[in-house]
Nanobody, 118 residues
């Protein structure tokens, strides 16, 4: 069982930056593939970025070049550095974890609100 707790959300101006953190419980964090998702009311949750346990990354086209996912296995934490924020980045951001590729993400955090004003 893994518990995920996000932090770092808040209000930012367009063009600004925020860094989200997701702290995970457990001693096997390094084995988990991690993802950041976001969701706005009335829309489906979308994958923003992910990092496999081996370090490989993927970014949605909408955030490529602006967002960076990273992880610190010693701290059981995954980060999402968000730069050059846009109003359309406003959403609830969730981190998620899965042990096996090709399966659904098994564990989810509670979400953290990010609001970007123009």
């Amino acid at each position: 069982q893994v518990q995920l707790v996000e932090s770092g959300g808040g209000l930012a101006q367009a063009g600004g930056s925020l860094r989200l953190s997701c702290a995970a419980s457990g001693r096997t964090f390094s084995r988990y593939h991690m993802g950041w998702f976001r969701q706005t009311p009335g829309k489906e949750r979308e994958l923003v970025a992910r990092m496999w346990s081996g370090g490989q990354t993927y970014y949605a086209d909408s955030v490529k070049g602006r967002f960076t996912i990273s992880r610190d296995n010693a701290k059981n934490t995954v980060y999402l550095q968000m730069n050059s924020l846009k109003p359309e980045d406003t959403a609830v951001y969730y981190c998620a974890a899965r042990l096996r590729l090709g399966t659904e993400y098994e564990y989810w955090g509670q979400g953290t609100q990010v609001t970007v004003s123009s």
